[in-house]
């Protein structure tokens, strides 16, 4: 079975190009937390480089329920569901993405329905 290619990859360079003209570049350091479980999901992220970890607060302690890395995105569900984040967000390393708010996704969805 081949991988998925992550999120980035599976865009045409026309929707690329329209992703980076919406989107905020935005840098995280290690061990920064990007979003913590509860939060207001108002935006979602593209990872250009690093990595994230995703852990959820189960009976006091911290589960690990997965990476991500370039070409990923993150937060999209909550931010499109207008809902609370499900889960923590945390630098590995420094990270570099791309941020949209939740309303510049929908509208971005509006514009390239592929």
Same mark, same amino acid.
């Given at each position: 079975?081949?991988?998925?290619?992550?999120?980035?990859?599976?865009?045409?360079?026309?929707?690329?190009?329209?992703?980076?003209?919406?989107?905020?570049?935005?840098?995280?350091?290690?061990?920064?937390?990007?979003?913590?479980? #509860?939060?207001? !999901?108002?935006? +979602? /992220?593209?990872? =250009? &480089?690093?990595? $994230?970890?995703?852990?959820?607060?189960?009976?006091?302690?911290?589960?690990?329920?997965?990476?991500?890395?370039?070409?990923?995105?993150? #937060?999209?569900? !909550?931010?499109? +569901? /207008?809902?609370? =984040? &499900?889960?923590? $967000?945390?630098?590995?390393?420094?990270?570099?993405?791309?941020?949209?708010?939740?309303?510049?996704?929908?509208?971005?969805?509006?514009?390239?329905?592929?």
């Amino acid at each position: 079975m081949a991988p998925v290619p992550g999120f980035w990859a599976s865009l045409t360079s026309i929707e690329q190009a329209a992703f980076l003209a919406a989107a905020h570049e935005v840098e995280y350091q290690l061990s920064e937390v990007l979003w913590r479980e #509860g939060d207001p !999901a108002d935006d +979602l /992220l593209v990872i =250009r &480089s690093g990595a $994230v970890r995703i852990c959820v607060d189960r009976d006091g302690g911290e589960r690990i329920v997965a990476f991500r890395g370039p070409g990923d995105i993150i #937060g999209e569900r !909550a931010a499109l +569901l /207008l809902r609370r =984040r &499900s889960a923590t $967000v945390v630098a590995v390393d420094t990270v570099r993405a791309l941020r949209m708010s939740t309303q510049e996704f929908a509208a971005y969805l509006t514009e390239h329905t592929r």
